[in-house]
């Protein structure tokens, strides 16, 4: 099975960028769907942005981030990468990388089997 975890989170700026990755260990994560979720204090778990298994060329946005958040793969390192630019207060969430085995047509929590422990953005005005 595969595990994962989370880095990248940290404090910036209105308008500022963070990179986040998701590591997978114990499987090749090419063989999974995977998804970008966050929960703000106060507020349900919400999609953010997900990528298709494979050569990852499907991607899904949520309308809040289309056009400032960017999901792709990087093969080599076994790697999920969500780069985020233009943030707004409104971003700062914790932010879970979640996976399934299959394709990327779920945008729900229940849709995921594994999850990693999530990673803190915070964006300050």
């Known amino acids: 099975q595969v595990q994962l975890g989370e880095s990248g989170g940290g404090l910036v700026q209105t308008g500022g960028s963070l990179r986040l990755s998701c590591a997978a260990s114990?499987?090749?994560?090419?063989?999974?769907?995977v998804a970008w979720f966050r929960q703000a204090p106060g507020r349900e778990r919400e999609f953010v942005a997900g990528i298709s298994r494979w050569s990852g060329r499907t991607t899904h946005y949520a309308d809040s981030v289309k056009g400032r958040f960017t999901i792709s793969r990087d093969i080599a390192k076994n790697t999920v990468v969500l780069q985020m630019n233009s943030l707004k207060p409104e971003d700062t969430a914790v932010y879970y990388c979640?996976?399934?085995?299959?394709?990327?047509?779920?945008?729900?929590?229940?849709?995921?089997?594994?999850w990693g422990q999530g990673t803190q953005v915070t964006v300050s005005s």
């Open positions: 114990g499987g090749t994560f090419t063989s999974y769907a």
């Open positions: 979640a996976a399934n085995l299959g394709p990327l047509n779920d945008y729900t929590r229940s849709g995921y089997d594994y």
